[in-house]
């Protein structure tokens, strides 16, 4: 596989490489780690099989929820499709991913047929009601985790640079209240500004004061995806 510009000009590139004399053949993905990697890294592919994994299952429920209790559906829902949308969302739901729209519509669709809502329901309350969260919040959640790791030092020490993130009081010595947030970088092109880099200092730093204090990663996990959730109820007037 040759990784490429989805915008390059010679598309076509064709590079001979052989091991032992024999030539190894050129694919446009492949799986890794139970994820579809593409040569443009739109993640287009792997959002196709999870759309087809959402659209198979929620015709499986379909069928079978006029047989089974309706407090049995969320079940299935966690058990069947849950996985493939929470593995490695960090990666392939970014806000790069020009597709993961699609899968947002498939899952309003699931979460109707879970809560045996008209086809037409307002989907937020649905994923309250089932306490789940919609594709664009799984990122999120992943993101912020993966941030609350670092800020309390608790990712592997090989994993990042010491210096991927700046914390605002190193990079000048003014007192300001957000001296402690993470600095963010500038940034020239789109596909930089929703890299991990800036999108995780960005979340960061906008998270209530509480949540970043949480004394452990499962309580921060609890009380964000809470936080997540409450998006969904309507606002109180």
């Known amino acids: 596989m040759i990784f490429k510009s989805k915008y390059s000009r010679n598309p076509n590139i064709d590079i001979k490489v052989k091991i032992d004399n024999k030539q190894l053949g050129q694919v446009n993905t492949t799986k890794f780690l139970g994820i579809l990697i593409d040569d443009n890294l739109s993640w287009k592919s792997h959002t196709t099989h999870v759309c087809n994994i959402i659209s198979k299952y929620n015709g499986i429920i379909r069928k079978v929820k006029q047989f089974l209790p309706i407090e049995s559906l969320p079940t299935l829902y966690n058990s069947l499709v849950y996985p493939y949308l929470n593995y490695c969302a960090i990666i392939w739901a970014d806000n790069n991913n020009s597709h993961r729209d699609s899968v947002l519509l498939l899952q309003k669709k699931l979460v109707r047929t879970c809560t045996n809502s008209l086809w037409l329901a307002h989907s937020d309350p649905l994923f309250s009601t089932l306490k789940t969260l919609k594709i664009h919040d799984l990122y999120i959640l992943q993101i912020v985790i993966f941030m609350y790791q670092f800020y309390h030092c608790l990712l592997p020490n090989d994993l990042l640079d010491q210096n991927y993130f700046t914390i605002n009081s190193d990079v000048h010595n003014y007192n300001t209240r957000h001296a402690g947030d993470i600095h963010i970088e500038q940034t020239n092109t789109c596909?930089?500004?929703?890299?991990?880099?800036?999108?995780?200092?960005?979340?960061?730093?906008?998270?209530?004061?509480?949540?970043?204090?949480?004394?452990?990663?499962?309580?921060?996990?609890?009380?964000?995806?809470?936080?997540?959730l409450g998006k969904y109820l309507p606002s109180e007037s």
């Open 191 to 228: 596909l930089a500004y929703n890299t991990i880099r800036i999108q995780g200092a960005l979340l960061w730093n906008n998270l209530p004061p509480i949540l970043k204090s949480a004394p452990s990663v499962a309580v921060f996990k609890q009380h964000m995806k809470k936080h997540l």
